[in-house]
């Protein structure tokens, strides 16, 4: 069946240290996105990426880093410059030029 | 700019009742807009959209919205409320930047669902 996948489901990060989250997609879709969710404040757009070797800055960039390699993958890399990296991360997809995307599961990261 | 704003943070039924969930935009052109469920600890689902063809939208799970442009308005209504439907409900709008499309998420609304 075809999806996004999004690992792992929970990971816990020490303060100073980088952490990559994975997000996979097999749906063909062009365009993947990166949010961020917190409590009360809906979603917030990190990266967004429309195609390979390409992305864009979102609302909220500062502290965080992707990259696309591959039309499949679009990991995300929590910095140490992020202050405040305890939140729920979520991958989406859709297929560039139209609506209605496709979300993985999420990846709750906490600082310990 | 496309904005969306969700009236209630917290909306509270019980079983059998309908459910209204309310979503207010704003767009310097005909939107498309979406509603979108999450349940705890997952990610989002799409219940349904609009996209310019009929204003009476159907979803799944027995949900429906309605695009009124006078209003500006696209609430979500459910006739009975299910123990299931318990989880939070995203309003989106859809923002185009160079020919790309962006979404933008109302702070969302908790539905309760109360036996």
């Known amino acids: 069946d075809g999806g996004i996948t999004q690992s792992p489901k929970y990971l816990f990060r020490k303060e100073g240290q980088n952490v990559t989250l994975s997000c996979e997609q097999n749906?063909?879709?062009?365009?993947m996105y990166w949010y961020r969710q917190d409590p009360g404040q809906g979603l917030r757009l990190i990266y967004y990426?429309?195609?390979?070797?390409?992305?864009q800055k979102g609302d909220i960039a500062e502290g965080y880093s992707v990259s696309r390699e591959k039309k499949e993958s679009f990991p995300l890399t929590v910095t140490s410059a992020q202050k405040n990296p305890t939140a729920f991360y979520l991958c989406?997809?859709?297929?560039?030029?139209?609506?209605?995307?496709?979300f993985g599961s999420g990846t709750r990261l906490t600082v310990v | 700019a496309q904005s969306v704003t969700q009236l209630d943070s917290h909306v509270s039924v019980s079983e059998g009742t309908p459910v209204l969930l309310r979503c207010n935009y704003s767009?310097?052109?005909?939107?498309?807009l979406f509603w979108y469920v999450q349940h705890p600890n997952k990610g989002l689902q799409l219940l349904l959209k609009?996209?310019?063809?009929?204003?009476l939208v159907k979803g799944i799970n027995g949900f429906e919205a309605e695009f009124k442009k006078s209003e500006t308005s696209f609430h979500l209504t459910k006739p009975s409320a299910h123990m299931s439907d318990a989880a939070e409900y995203f309003c989106?709008?859809?923002?185009?930047?160079?020919?790309?499309?962006?979404?933008?998420f109302g702070t969302g609304t908790r539905l309760k669902v109360l036996a």
């Open positions: 989406a997809s859709s297929h560039t030029g139209s609506g209605g995307y496709t």
């Open positions: 749906l063909n879709h062009d365009a």
């Open positions: 990426s429309h195609i390979v070797n390409d992305f």
């Open positions: 767009s310097s052109y005909s939107p498309s």
């Open positions: 609009y996209t310019s063809a009929a204003t």
């Open positions: 989106v709008v859809s923002r185009t930047t160079s020919g790309t499309y962006k979404y933008i």
